[in-house]
């Protein structure tokens, strides 16, 4: 079963990856996911929008550093769009779940403890039996590797939140995405440049593959006829709840105007 991991920043990635491995060793059947997985060469965008909608599984690794990042709230939404799916937000350095506010805050919390941990896994586990084909382990036998292999995760831990931010950052080369996360951040209280950044890199792709799959889901001849109403309103009203469009767009009718400029032509 697929599990998306989902990370903004350092100490959150090292986190991420220190699940991916544990999970793995846990439960064999389980194919976590970061996007440092990505293979050179792809573009990350559509890969990391392809995993979001093959996962059933979302674990947000969630730090003080991160509680309003703009690619943590798009991740969370996109997972929870789907009726059958799982997401719960994995906490750190914080602790209390009282302290997540916004959209994180209607999730289900993890504390870094135990006991927490174990539920947590205990969880995943219940979904793979759900699955089709999906292998689950047996209560006893859960708890029994869980018991051996939780010092292991405890430690790693541990040891990345002892990490000062100058060692972190020292030894840490950050990734284009992390990159492009620290612009968005900065900017985020600057409408028009964060509307300007994101035209010009990741919104006609974001756009345009929800655009996809509301055609195929509506059965409809082609993108085109996305600016037919009743379709145009729909997907507006649909795409309007997703929390990065939130940002990106003041209201619907935002939406709905740039989607008219996009596709109110003919494809030739």
Partial sequence: MKIFLSWSGNKSKLIAESLREWLEQVIQSTEPWISTSIEKGKKWSKEISDRLEESKV?????????LNAPWILFEAGAISK???????????????????TGPLSSFQHTRFQKDEVLKLLKTINSRIKESKGGKSLNEKSLEDVFEIFYPKLEAKIIEILDVTPEQATENH?????ELLEEIVESQRNLKEKINDLWTNKDINGIVEQYVKNYVSSKGLNSEYDIVDEPNLSDFAEKLGKN??????????NDLKEFVKDKYDDLPF
């Fill in 243 to 252: 929390p990065l469009m939130r940002k990106l767009f003041a209201n619907s």
């Fill in 58 to 66: 979302g674990i947000i690794c969630l730090t003080r550093e991160n």
């Fill in 82 to 100: 789907s009726s059958d799916s799982y997401v719960c937000t994995f906490l750190t350095d914080i602790s209390s779940p009282t302290e997540i």
């Fill in 173 to 177: 080369i950050r990734s284009d995405r």
